[in-house]
């Protein structure tokens, strides 16, 4: 006999030790989900990785740009820093021999102010070392009034002496000098 059903019927007539045990729909359905889960995580991973990775290679893209800029702007300010040191080489030289060179505005200064009224420079020979001059004077105190008071420079002059003097015709005393300068 034969009994008919609307639906399809599997009948399994093996014993039960010698049955496969299916899992239950539940635990597959767990195991998709959670399979599906992790693909969804590595996928989502991947691409904000990927994102990342990209931006990073534009930052160091730019970076080596800058970097290229900065090694330009160090070279430079290299050749900048070296004509610098350069000037300041050339201003100490120029200091150098400023310092070694006499200060002949002072010794005109010293000499015009303290230069008697009653006495006259008619020639004055200037070296590094010493002044030579020659004038004349009405009176011989006069002279030693100057003499004095360039022995009160001590700083510039080492000694201040009498070469000559002599009365001239028209009762003018001639004299000559020599000051010796001190080295700066």
């Not at 740009?65 to 300041?88: F, Y």
Request: hydrophobic fraction near 45%.
């Amino acid at each position: 006999m034969e009994v008919k059903v609307p639906y399809r019927v599997t009948l399994n007539l093996l014993p039960r030790k010698y049955i496969a045990r299916r899992t239950p729909n539940w635990a597959r359905l767990f195991f998709v989900v959670v399979l599906l889960g992790f693909s969804a995580l590595y996928l989502f991973s991947y691409g904000i990785l990927s994102l990342r990775a990209q931006s990073l290679k534009q930052e160091i893209d730019t970076l080596e740009l800058r970097a290229l800029r900065l090694r330009e702007e160090v070279e430079r300010l290299k050749k900048v820093q070296d004509e610098v040191a350069k000037i300041e080489q050339r201003v100490r030289l120029l200091k150098s021999l400023i310092a070694r060179e006499k200060d002949w505005l002072r010794f005109f200064a010293i000499l015009g102010e303290h230069m008697p009224q009653d006495l006259v420079l008619s020639e004055l020979h200037c070296s590094p070392e010493r002044v030579e001059c020659q004038g004349q004077a009405t009176t011989v105190a006069s002279i030693a009034s100057l003499i004095g008071s360039l022995l009160r420079y001590r700083d510039f002059f080492s000694s201040v002496d009498f070469t000559s003097l002599t009365l001239g015709q028209d009762n003018l005393y001639e004299f000559r000098l020599t000051m010796e300068l001190k080295s700066p």
